[in-house]
């Protein structure tokens, strides 16, 4: 592994996924902004690398893993710990991730390039807001019972919101790999 600034931002990502954990866990509203450090971070790594020529493999297969930790366990830990998250929400999610995360190391072993898509990033965008909105929302009602109604409503709808787009960017992926296998066995042929 190569020691830059890219990759030091990326794997900061990784110790602020454990205390982001543990805050949710402790049902502290302090997780809301470990999440936005941790999201600035994942847009500072990718500027770094390509500003000052930093890109390494390392980077470019930890940078999205540690996204996926992040959001992955965010959701699973709301499952747990909120009823604004439920576990086959959580489970899509998950499911989602190591799906595109197969593929893409598919299309790559095969020499394709497996690039992130306009769903994929809209996707991670929908997700992070879901999870601070509802974290925060049981971190500072507690019990969520007293937040104000409009508040619980928004909550819900982002994590439905972050489900569908979920799925859909997920079936963009699939798509896309079907493509790149196909074209690839064509070449092969």
């Not at 500003?51 to 996204?67: K, M």
């Not at 930790?69 to 009823?83: P, Q, V």
């Not at 593929?103 to 390039?113: C, D, V, Y």
Request: glycine share 6%.
């Amino acid at each position: 592994m190569v020691y830059n600034a890219a990759n030091i931002l990326t794997l900061s990502r990784l110790a602020m996924a454990a205390v982001f954990f543990l805050l949710i866990w402790l049902k502290h509203w302090t997780a809301v902004p470990v999440l936005v450090l941790a999201g600035v971070t994942d847009l500072l790594d990718g500027w770094v690398a390509r500003r000052w020529n930093q890109q390494t493999d390392f980077g470019r297969i930890a940078d999205p893993v540690i996204d996926k930790i992040l959001i992955c366990g965010g959701f699973i830990f709301l499952a747990r710990h909120s009823d604004i998250v439920t576990a086959w929400m959580a489970t899509i999610i998950v499911a989602r991730e190591l799906v595109v995360t197969g593929l893409r190391s598919l299309a790559e072993s095969r020499g394709a390039e497996f690039a992130a898509t306009v769903w994929g990033k809209s996707k991670m965008a929908v997700q992070s807001v879901a999870l601070g909105w509802a974290i925060l929302l049981i971190t500072v009602f507690k019990p969520v019972e007293n937040a104000p109604p409009w508040m619980v409503t928004t909550a819900h709808v982002l994590v439905w919101t972050a489900v569908v787009v979920t799925v859909m960017s997920g079936l963009v992926y699939l798509v896309q790999a079907e493509r790149l296998v196909r074209g690839r066995k064509g070449k092969d042929a």
